[in-house]
C-alpha cells in the first residue's frame, strides 16, 4: 500500500474514530510493570510520547509530576481535543506528527515513549531511527510493537487468522470493514475469551495469555481491539532477531528484549 494511502487510512481509523473516545487502558503500565526499576529510574527531564492516542498514557504522565516537560504527537484529529485540556499548561506540547519524520533537533528529550505505532507504519525501521535521533546521549527509550509469536502457537493461528481477513477486508469499504468487525466480536469471544476464562478459573491464568482476546469480557468487546488489527492498512510483526539487529544498527548502548504473549516490549539506552 502507498504511504500516502496508509497515513490517510491510520487518521480515519485511530485519529477520527478510536481515539475519539479519551477513555481508553493506561498501556504504560505494561513497560513499568516489566522494565521495573528501569522505567522509574527514566521517569524526569524531557519526554516525547510517539503516538499519544486517546490521550491515556499522557494523563498518567502527566499526573506523576516528574517531567520537566512533555511532548505528544499523533496522526490524527485526536490531538486537537487532547491538547484543549492541557492548554493551561506551558510545559506541556500536544501536536500533530508522524512517528516516520519528527519534526525535532537532535537530542531533544530524555525519554522517548511510543505504544502499539511503529508497527502500523510504512517504514517501521525509520521510526526506530527518528526515536533514536531526537534522544539526548544517555536517554532512554521504551516501546512496543507487534510480534510475529515464534514461541506461542495459538498467537501465531491468530496472526494467520488476521492475515486471510485483512486481504478480504482490503478493499472494502470503512462502513462495511466496521460492520464486520462487530459482527466478528462475539464470534471471537466465543472461540477465544470464554475457553480462557475456563482455564483461568481452574488455575491456569499463566497459560491464558498465550490465547488471543482472551481479555475479552463480553460479546462485544473486542470490537475495538479487532478494528485495531484488521482495519489497519498495515500490520508489520517482528521476532526478536529483527529488533535486535534494528537497535545494534543504531548503536544504542544497552537494550533489552522482552518477547512476550502480548507483544514485543523493548529498553533502549542512547
Known amino acids: 500500500m502507498d504511504p500516502k494511502n496508509i497515513e490517510k487510512t491510520s487518521k480515519d481509523l485511530w485519529g477520527k474514530d478510536l481515539h475519539k473516545n479519551l477513555i481508553a487502558p493506561v498501556h504504560s503500565i505494561q513497560l513499568e510493570e516489566i522494565f521495573q526499576s528501569i522505567w522509574h529510574e527514566s521517569l524526569k527531564g524531557d ?5 499519544c492516542g486517546s490521550g ?15 511532548t505528544a504527537i499523533d496522526l490524527g484529529e485526536n490531538v486537537l481535543e487532547i491538547s484543549e485540556v492541557y492548554k493551561l499548561y506551558p510545559n506541556i506540547k500536544i501536536t500533530m506528527g508522524n512517528a516516520m519524520n519528527l519534526e525535532f533537533q537532535d537530542c531533544s528529550f530524555d525519554m522517548v515513549y511510543s505504544f502499539g505505532i511503529f508497527h502500523h507504519t510504512s517504514d517501521p525501521v525509520k521510526c526506530f531511527s527518528e526515536a533514536c535521533r531526537v534522544l539526548k546521549n544517555g536517554g532512554k527509550i521504551f516501546l512496543y510493537v507487534y510480534s510475529s509469536h515464534e514461541n506461542f502457537f495459538f498467537k501465531r493461528f491468530g496472526i494467520q487468522l488476521e492475515v486471510i481477513l485483512m486481504k478480504i477486508m482490503k478493499f472494502m469499504p470503512y462502513k462495511i470493514k466496521n460492520f464486520l468487525c462487530i459482527v466478528l466480536s462475539p464470534f471471537c469471544w466465543a472461540i477465544f475469551s470464554v475457553p480462557s476464562i475456563f482455564i483461568k478459573l481452574f488455575g491456569g491464568k499463566k497459560f491464558t495469555k498465550k490465547i488471543p482476546f482472551y481479555w475479552g469480557t463480553h460479546p462485544f468487546s473486542l470490537i ?3 478494528k485495531d488489527r484488521l482495519m489497519s492498512p498495515i500490520n508489520h ?14 548503536k544504542l548502548s544497552s537494550f533489552k528484549i522482552e518477547d512476550r504473549a502480548s507483544g514485543m516490549y523493548i529498553y533502549a539506552k542512547k
Not at 491515556?56 to 512533555?70: G, N, R, Y
Not at 532477531?241 to 544498527?249: R, T, V
Open 237 to 250: 510483526r517482528f521476532s526478536y532477531a529483527d529488533i535486535q539487529s534494528i537497535l545494534e544498527n543504531l
Open 47 to 51: 519526554l516525547l510520547e510517539i503516538g
Open 224 to 226: 475495538p481491539d479487532l
Open 56 to 70: 491515556s498514557d499522557l494523563a498518567k504522565f502527566f499526573e506523576l509530576d516528574c517531567f520537566d516537560s512533555i
